[in-house]
C-alpha cells in the first residue's frame, strides 16, 4: 500500500490545505516511507477505533515479529523465562504480556510484565 498517498486522500476531507501541508512535512521528516504498514480499517470508511480492531492490530503485528524473531534465533517459547511489554495506550485485560505467553503456550512459570499507561 502506498502510504503517504492513500492516508492523505482518506483524510482530505477532514482538514485545511495549511493542516494537510504541515501534516505532510512531519509525515515525510518522520521516516515513514511509502511501504510502510498501517492497519486497512484506519483508512476504510468508516474507520475503526474499537478494542477489537486494536487488539488485532496488536495480534498481527506483535505475533509476526515474534514468531519471526524465535525462527531466526531458533529459540522455543518454552525457553523463555520473562516477557516484558509496554504500551502507553492500550492496555487490555487479559495483559499484552499475557496474550503473548497464552499465543505461543509459554510455560506457567515464565514471568510477565505489563508496562502499561508511562
Known sequence: M???NKLFLFVLQ???DDELDFQKKILYRSGLGDETYVPPWLYSKPQYFDY???RKEFEVTCF???RDLLNKTGVQPRQIGVVITNSSLFNPTP???ATIMNHFKMPHSTLNYNLGGM
Open 14 to 16: 477532514r482538514f485545511t
Open 64 to 66: 509476526t515479529a515474534i
Open 95 to 97: 495483559s499484552l504480556s
Open 2 to 4: 502506498q502510504l503517504v
Open 52 to 54: 477489537a480492531h486494536a
